[in-house]
């Protein structure tokens, strides 16, 4: 019985087994042959192969720990000369530093009292994947926004509405609270009396003021206040000094027709105030001779918007030019009479 083969894939698989074998040893003892081998392609004996077999040709022998190889892939050594991504930390004086954190005490092996102590910082490190879920949320949402705005601008023409003008050159801020313990009733009082007036003037009516949700409302606007400076960069031109106004002082009046004195563009004021109805709780009043009823508690929220004196001044701007250009009401006009017949109808 004899074993038919091929003799010419034999024949390639001697070729490529050569330069692997150890001459010390045999061809048949596993030891002399090396653990990585690249195959050759070969082609089927079909019809369609034979057709392809003059155009495509074997490939050549490889071996991966030969210095050609290494040399067939220079992005290993460029990625090895690349200098690594250096991100940066929070300063030293950062606001959004925790108050929490501080140095570690040193030990007694690692180091000695002469050595000076790290930074509380040097343990922060800025994460981009996990700010990431705080600074894009929805990738998708926000690619989608950016190509609407820019098929806007090229429809446009690259010119900027009013709208759009006013977004870019002045400040504002919304704030929401939490649902508080209370009832429209007794927070929309709270809520007129902060309008229009200076944030400080507001917190302090707030602090003052005998009614119980007010500690709460003053509460939401110091929050509001630490977070527009901190993420709008509002109220901050007294620090230096660009934002004083002309002459040291105007008067400017408000929508409702009150006049107040303005000495810096950048202070801020409560420009809306308004409050909005939240869910209902429950609550088991016990009553006598075993009956209970069940209490509606309401949860009521106060929103603020927060801008700068900047923007009550544009405003007020706007209405006196309206004003000048304002007609002079006349009541008995000088036009043609229509609509007229010169005789009766009677």
Request: hydrophobic content about 35%; glycine content about 6%; overall charge positive.
């Amino acid at each position: 019985m004899t074993l038919s083969l091929q003799s010419r894939p034999l024949a390639r698989a001697a070729v490529i087994l050569k330069p692997f074998l150890n001459p010390q040893t045999t061809a048949c003892s596993p030891s002399g042959l090396r653990p990585i081998l690249t195959p050759s392609l070969q082609s089927r004996r079909t019809f369609m192969g034979f057709l392809r077999s003059k155009r495509r040709a074997y490939a050549d022998p490889i071996d991966p720990f030969s210095e050609e190889f290494l040399k067939r892939k220079p992005q290993r050594a460029r990625a090895a000369q690349q200098p690594t991504l250096q991100r940066g930390d929070l300063a030293s004086s950062s606001i959004f530093e925790s108050p929490d954190a501080g140095a570690k005490p040193l030990s007694r092996s690692s180091s000695t009292p002469d050595t000076p102590a790290k930074p509380a910082t040097a343990s922060l490190r800025r994460d981009p994947a996990a700010m990431a879920a705080a600074l894009d949320p929805n990738p998708r949402a926000r690619k989608r926004w950016q190509r609407k705005m820019t098929i806007r601008a090229i429809r446009s023409r690259g010119r900027l509405n009013k709208t759009t003008k006013i977004l870019r050159t002045e400040r504002s801020h919304l704030a929401k609270s939490h649902f508080l313990k209370t009832s429209i009733k007794k927070l929309g009082p709270l809520a007129r009396q902060i309008a229009g007036k200076s944030l400080e003037d507001a917190i302090i009516q707030m602090r003052f003021s005998p009614k119980k949700a007010a500690r709460e409302v003053k509460r939401h606007l110091e929050y509001a206040k630490d977070e527009a400076v901190a993420r709008r960069g509002m109220g901050l031109g007294g620090v230096d000094g660009k934002g004083a106004v002309e002459g040291g002082e105007m008067v400017v009046e408000d929508k409702s027709g009150k006049r107040r004195i303005v000495r810096n563009k950048t202070e801020i004021y409560v420009d809306q105030a308004w409050v909005g109805r939240g869910p209902y709780g429950h609550e088991v009043e016990y009553r006598a001779r075993g009956q209970a009823n069940i209490m509606s508690l309401p949860y009521t929220s106060i929103s603020i918007v927060l801008k700068e004196e900047a923007t009550r001044i544009r405003l007020q701007e706007e209405r006196e030019q309206k004003r000048q250009k304002k007609k002079v009401w006349v009541p008995l006009p000088d036009r043609p009479v229509t609509a007229q017949r010169q005789y009766c109808l009677w």
